[in-house]
Protein backbone atom coordinates (compact mmCIF):
# COMPACT_ATOMS: atom_id res chain seq x y z
CA UNK A 1 0.00 0.00 0.00
CA UNK A 2 1.33 3.19 -0.73
CA UNK A 3 2.36 6.26 1.81
CA UNK A 4 -0.17 8.32 3.51
CA UNK A 5 -0.22 11.23 2.02
CA UNK A 6 1.95 14.21 4.08
CA UNK A 7 0.33 17.04 4.90
CA UNK A 8 2.44 19.19 2.79
CA UNK A 9 0.84 17.31 0.00
CA UNK A 10 -2.19 18.37 0.49
CA UNK A 11 -3.11 22.06 -1.74
CA UNK A 12 -3.88 25.04 -0.02
CA UNK A 13 -7.90 24.94 -0.58
CA UNK A 14 -8.10 21.86 1.23
CA UNK A 15 -8.46 19.29 -1.46
CA UNK A 16 -6.64 16.27 -1.37
CA UNK A 17 -3.60 16.79 -3.86
CA UNK A 18 -3.40 12.94 -4.71
CA UNK A 19 -5.84 10.50 -6.02
CA UNK A 20 -6.80 6.71 -4.78
CA UNK A 21 -6.27 3.58 -7.04
CA UNK A 22 -6.09 0.13 -6.67
CA UNK A 23 -3.39 -1.42 -9.13
CA UNK A 24 -3.39 -5.12 -11.18
CA UNK A 25 -0.89 -6.03 -13.15
CA UNK A 26 -1.94 -7.04 -16.05
CA UNK A 27 -1.48 -7.47 -20.14
CA UNK A 28 2.21 -6.70 -19.19
CA UNK A 29 1.64 -3.12 -17.61
CA UNK A 30 -0.05 -1.48 -14.17
CA UNK A 31 -3.37 -0.86 -14.74
CA UNK A 32 -6.05 1.04 -11.90
CA UNK A 33 -9.07 1.92 -11.31
CA UNK A 34 -11.03 3.42 -8.66
CA UNK A 35 -10.05 1.94 -4.91
CA UNK A 36 -13.51 2.35 -3.82
CA UNK A 37 -15.26 0.02 -6.04
CA UNK A 38 -13.12 -3.06 -4.90
CA UNK A 39 -14.17 -4.21 -1.96
CA UNK A 40 -11.54 -7.53 -1.60
CA UNK A 41 -9.17 -8.84 -2.97
CA UNK A 42 -9.41 -12.77 -3.13
CA UNK A 43 -7.24 -16.24 -4.48
CA UNK A 44 -9.27 -17.85 -7.12
CA UNK A 45 -9.95 -21.40 -6.65
CA UNK A 46 -10.91 -23.50 -9.35
CA UNK A 47 -12.94 -22.47 -11.80
CA UNK A 48 -16.30 -24.03 -12.96
CA UNK A 49 -16.73 -23.10 -16.71
CA UNK A 50 -20.15 -22.05 -17.88
CA UNK A 51 -21.87 -23.10 -21.14
CA UNK A 52 -22.34 -20.48 -23.71
CA UNK A 53 -20.17 -18.11 -21.93
CA UNK A 54 -18.10 -15.29 -23.84
CA UNK A 55 -14.28 -15.78 -23.41
CA UNK A 56 -13.89 -12.87 -21.09
CA UNK A 57 -16.07 -14.72 -18.69
CA UNK A 58 -13.72 -18.31 -17.99
CA UNK A 59 -15.96 -19.02 -15.47
CA UNK A 60 -17.24 -19.22 -11.62
CA UNK A 61 -15.35 -20.01 -8.15
CA UNK A 62 -16.51 -20.38 -4.77
CA UNK A 63 -15.51 -17.90 -2.16
CA UNK A 64 -16.64 -18.16 1.56
CA UNK A 65 -20.50 -19.83 -0.47
CA UNK A 66 -20.73 -17.50 -2.56
CA UNK A 67 -20.33 -18.20 -6.06
CA UNK A 68 -18.65 -15.33 -8.22
CA UNK A 69 -18.12 -14.57 -12.09
CA UNK A 70 -14.50 -14.17 -13.30
CA UNK A 71 -13.79 -11.48 -15.63
CA UNK A 72 -10.48 -11.87 -17.63
CA UNK A 73 -10.11 -8.56 -19.18
CA UNK A 74 -7.20 -9.55 -21.25
CA UNK A 75 -9.12 -11.55 -23.38
CA UNK A 76 -12.48 -8.75 -23.54
CA UNK A 77 -9.77 -6.71 -25.06
CA UNK A 78 -8.93 -9.58 -27.27
CA UNK A 79 -4.95 -10.01 -25.77
CA UNK A 80 -5.39 -13.14 -24.98
CA UNK A 81 -6.40 -14.46 -21.14
CA UNK A 82 -4.28 -13.76 -18.42
CA UNK A 83 -3.34 -17.07 -16.61
CA UNK A 84 -5.34 -18.35 -14.02
CA UNK A 85 -3.48 -20.83 -11.59
CA UNK A 86 -3.69 -21.63 -7.58
CA UNK A 87 -2.02 -18.40 -7.23
CA UNK A 88 -4.44 -16.35 -8.89
CA UNK A 89 -5.52 -13.53 -7.15
CA UNK A 90 -8.51 -11.20 -8.29
CA UNK A 91 -10.09 -7.91 -7.16
CA UNK A 92 -13.74 -8.46 -5.98
CA UNK A 93 -15.42 -5.31 -7.62
CA UNK A 94 -18.90 -3.80 -7.62
CA UNK A 95 -19.81 -1.99 -10.83
CA UNK A 96 -23.40 -1.00 -10.62
CA UNK A 97 -25.82 -4.10 -10.22
CA UNK A 98 -22.33 -6.47 -11.12
CA UNK A 99 -20.06 -7.86 -8.97
CA UNK A 100 -17.13 -9.79 -10.59
CA UNK A 101 -14.25 -11.03 -9.69
CA UNK A 102 -11.36 -9.33 -11.73
CA UNK A 103 -8.40 -11.20 -12.13
CA UNK A 104 -4.82 -10.22 -12.97
CA UNK A 105 -1.29 -11.29 -13.01
CA UNK A 106 -0.72 -9.62 -9.75
CA UNK A 107 -2.18 -7.38 -7.18
CA UNK A 108 -0.43 -4.62 -6.24
CA UNK A 109 -3.23 -2.78 -4.34
CA UNK A 110 -3.92 1.06 -3.13
CA UNK A 111 -1.81 3.48 -4.40
CA UNK A 112 -1.88 7.19 -4.99
CA UNK A 113 -0.85 9.17 -8.23
CA UNK A 114 -0.91 13.40 -7.65
CA UNK A 115 -3.32 14.74 -9.29
CA UNK A 116 -1.34 16.86 -11.35
CA UNK A 117 0.24 13.74 -13.04
CA UNK A 118 -2.80 12.81 -14.43
CA UNK A 119 -3.62 13.38 -17.75
CA UNK A 120 -6.10 12.48 -20.71
CA UNK A 121 -5.71 9.20 -22.00
CA UNK A 122 -4.30 8.62 -25.53
CA UNK A 123 -6.60 9.49 -28.50
CA UNK A 124 -6.73 5.27 -29.47
CA UNK A 125 -9.95 3.75 -29.78
CA UNK A 126 -9.37 0.16 -29.47
CA UNK A 127 -8.27 -2.62 -27.29
CA UNK A 128 -7.67 -1.36 -23.43
CA UNK A 129 -7.05 1.77 -24.90
CA UNK A 130 -10.78 2.05 -25.20
CA UNK A 131 -11.61 2.08 -21.84
CA UNK A 132 -8.90 4.18 -20.31
CA UNK A 133 -9.98 7.26 -18.40
CA UNK A 134 -6.29 8.59 -17.54
CA UNK A 135 -2.59 7.77 -17.18
CA UNK A 136 -0.26 8.72 -14.89
CA UNK A 137 2.51 8.06 -12.96
CA UNK A 138 3.62 6.98 -8.98
CA UNK A 139 7.19 6.13 -7.76
CA UNK A 140 7.07 3.29 -9.52
CA UNK A 141 5.94 4.35 -13.10
CA UNK A 142 3.48 4.39 -15.27
CA UNK A 143 -0.44 3.45 -13.97
CA UNK A 144 -3.16 3.34 -16.98
CA UNK A 145 -6.60 4.27 -15.20
CA UNK A 146 -9.50 2.41 -16.45
CA UNK A 147 -13.44 3.38 -16.15
CA UNK A 148 -14.07 0.18 -14.94
CA UNK A 149 -17.82 0.49 -14.58
CA UNK A 150 -18.16 1.49 -18.39
CA UNK A 151 -15.85 -1.30 -19.21
CA UNK A 152 -17.82 -3.82 -17.16
CA UNK A 153 -21.42 -2.37 -18.73
CA UNK A 154 -19.25 -3.00 -22.33
CA UNK A 155 -18.57 -6.57 -21.57
CA UNK A 156 -21.94 -7.16 -20.97
CA UNK A 157 -23.39 -5.58 -23.85
CA UNK A 158 -21.10 -7.34 -25.96
CA UNK A 159 -22.25 -10.63 -25.01
CA UNK A 160 -24.88 -11.97 -27.16
CA UNK A 161 -27.87 -12.59 -24.40
CA UNK A 162 -29.81 -15.34 -24.13
CA UNK A 163 -32.79 -14.80 -26.52
CA UNK A 164 -31.33 -12.18 -27.67
CA UNK A 165 -30.20 -13.08 -31.24
CA UNK A 166 -28.34 -16.24 -30.37
CA UNK A 167 -29.07 -19.39 -32.71
CA UNK B 1 -40.16 -29.05 7.23
CA UNK B 2 -38.08 -27.77 4.41
CA UNK B 3 -38.85 -28.04 0.81
CA UNK B 4 -36.99 -29.80 -1.24
CA UNK B 5 -36.25 -30.97 -5.15
CA UNK B 6 -35.27 -33.72 -6.75
CA UNK B 7 -32.19 -33.57 -8.97
CA UNK B 8 -31.17 -35.63 -11.98
CA UNK B 9 -27.81 -35.65 -12.43
CA UNK B 10 -26.20 -36.53 -15.37
CA UNK B 11 -23.20 -36.69 -17.91
CA UNK B 12 -22.34 -34.80 -21.18
CA UNK B 13 -18.34 -34.42 -22.02
CA UNK B 14 -17.10 -33.94 -19.04
CA UNK B 15 -18.60 -32.52 -16.89
CA UNK B 16 -21.65 -33.53 -14.51
CA UNK B 17 -24.93 -31.40 -14.90
CA UNK B 18 -27.79 -31.22 -12.46
CA UNK B 19 -31.67 -30.74 -13.63
CA UNK B 20 -35.19 -31.31 -12.36
CA UNK B 21 -36.79 -34.58 -12.27
CA UNK B 22 -39.91 -32.86 -13.52
CA UNK B 23 -38.07 -31.46 -16.80
CA UNK B 24 -37.14 -35.18 -17.80
CA UNK B 25 -40.24 -37.71 -18.67
CA UNK B 26 -38.12 -40.82 -19.02
CA UNK B 27 -34.35 -42.17 -19.09
CA UNK B 28 -33.09 -44.59 -21.88
CA UNK B 29 -31.03 -46.03 -24.26
CA UNK B 30 -30.78 -43.74 -27.97
CA UNK B 31 -30.44 -46.72 -30.17
CA UNK B 32 -33.82 -47.49 -30.68
CA UNK B 33 -34.93 -43.68 -30.83
CA UNK B 34 -35.33 -42.49 -34.47
CA UNK B 35 -32.51 -40.20 -35.23
CA UNK B 36 -34.84 -36.94 -36.24
CA UNK B 37 -36.01 -37.03 -32.10
CA UNK B 38 -32.48 -36.55 -30.52
CA UNK B 39 -30.89 -34.34 -29.54
CA UNK B 40 -27.63 -34.29 -29.75
CA UNK B 41 -25.50 -30.74 -30.10
CA UNK B 42 -26.36 -28.59 -27.52
CA UNK B 43 -25.12 -25.60 -24.99
CA UNK B 44 -23.29 -28.16 -22.97
CA UNK B 45 -21.15 -29.32 -25.81
CA UNK B 46 -21.22 -32.69 -27.57
CA UNK B 47 -21.44 -36.35 -25.62
CA UNK B 48 -18.54 -38.68 -25.90
CA UNK B 49 -20.84 -41.65 -26.02
CA UNK B 50 -24.07 -42.06 -27.07
CA UNK B 51 -26.08 -44.51 -25.42
CA UNK B 52 -27.99 -43.32 -22.39
CA UNK B 53 -30.96 -40.53 -23.62
CA UNK B 54 -33.04 -38.46 -21.19
CA UNK B 55 -36.73 -37.90 -23.02
CA UNK B 56 -37.61 -34.15 -22.52
CA UNK B 57 -41.08 -32.14 -23.78
CA UNK B 58 -39.50 -29.52 -25.51
CA UNK B 59 -41.83 -26.37 -24.70
CA UNK B 60 -43.13 -26.61 -28.01
CA UNK B 61 -44.40 -29.95 -27.30
CA UNK B 62 -43.70 -33.26 -28.90
CA UNK B 63 -40.78 -35.62 -27.40
CA UNK B 64 -37.00 -35.11 -27.71
CA UNK B 65 -34.27 -37.55 -26.17
CA UNK B 66 -31.20 -35.61 -25.35
CA UNK B 67 -28.31 -37.64 -25.51
CA UNK B 68 -25.84 -37.77 -23.09
CA UNK B 69 -22.60 -40.14 -21.25
CA UNK B 70 -24.37 -41.08 -18.59
CA UNK B 71 -27.19 -40.73 -15.76
CA UNK B 72 -25.59 -40.82 -12.73
CA UNK B 73 -28.53 -40.95 -10.47
CA UNK B 74 -31.06 -38.78 -8.30
CA UNK B 75 -30.48 -36.69 -5.58
CA UNK B 76 -32.80 -34.87 -3.62
CA UNK B 77 -31.52 -31.01 -2.34
CA UNK B 78 -33.09 -28.59 -0.09
CA UNK B 79 -34.87 -25.73 -2.54
CA UNK B 80 -32.99 -23.39 0.02
CA UNK B 81 -29.31 -24.61 -1.67
CA UNK B 82 -30.53 -23.72 -5.36
CA UNK B 83 -29.24 -20.56 -6.10
CA UNK B 84 -29.36 -18.58 -9.24
CA UNK B 85 -26.24 -18.02 -11.37
CA UNK B 86 -24.35 -14.31 -10.41
CA UNK B 87 -26.58 -11.64 -12.07
CA UNK B 88 -23.33 -10.79 -14.33
CA UNK B 89 -22.79 -14.30 -15.47
CA UNK B 90 -26.81 -14.78 -16.31
CA UNK B 91 -26.49 -11.47 -18.64
CA UNK B 92 -23.74 -12.92 -20.45
CA UNK B 93 -24.41 -16.23 -21.41
CA UNK B 94 -25.87 -16.80 -24.87
CA UNK B 95 -28.37 -19.63 -23.49
CA UNK B 96 -31.27 -19.51 -21.34
CA UNK B 97 -31.07 -23.38 -20.13
CA UNK B 98 -28.14 -23.01 -17.57
CA UNK B 99 -30.65 -21.25 -14.64
CA UNK B 100 -28.75 -21.74 -11.65
CA UNK B 101 -25.91 -23.93 -9.36
CA UNK B 102 -26.31 -26.23 -5.87
CA UNK B 103 -22.98 -26.67 -3.97
CA UNK B 104 -21.89 -30.33 -4.06
CA UNK B 105 -18.80 -30.34 -2.41
CA UNK B 106 -18.38 -26.68 -2.05
CA UNK B 107 -18.17 -27.06 -6.10
CA UNK B 108 -20.78 -25.43 -8.25
CA UNK B 109 -22.89 -28.05 -10.13
CA UNK B 110 -24.62 -26.25 -12.82
CA UNK B 111 -28.34 -26.47 -13.23
CA UNK B 112 -30.25 -26.45 -16.61
CA UNK B 113 -33.27 -26.66 -17.46
CA UNK B 114 -33.95 -29.86 -20.00
CA UNK B 115 -37.00 -27.87 -21.52
CA UNK B 116 -34.98 -25.03 -22.94
CA UNK B 117 -31.90 -26.57 -23.12
CA UNK B 118 -34.10 -29.18 -25.80
CA UNK B 119 -35.88 -26.28 -27.33
CA UNK B 120 -32.68 -24.25 -27.90
CA UNK B 121 -31.38 -26.78 -30.21
CA UNK B 122 -34.39 -27.48 -32.46
Not at chain 1, 76 to 98: E, K, M, N, Y
Not at chain 1, 101 to 118: C, K, T
Not at chain 2, 74 to 80: A, D, N, S, Y
Request: net charge negative.
Amino acid sequence: MADPQPPEQRDPSGASAEAWFFCLRLLGGRYAFEAPLVTEVVRVGPLTRLPAAPSFLPGVFTHRGEVLPVLDIGQLVGQGPVPIRPSTRAALVHCGPWKVAVVSESVEGLVSIPRRQLEPPPAESSGVAEFLSAVGRDRSGPIAVLDLPRLVESARARAVPAGGGAA
Amino acid sequence: MTATSELLLFQVGARVFGAAVRGAVRIGNVRDVPAEELVVMTTLGPPFERERGIVVVPTGGGERTLVVDRVLGFRTVEEEELRPLPAFAQACLSSSAVTGFVLMDDAPLLLVDLPTLVSERQ
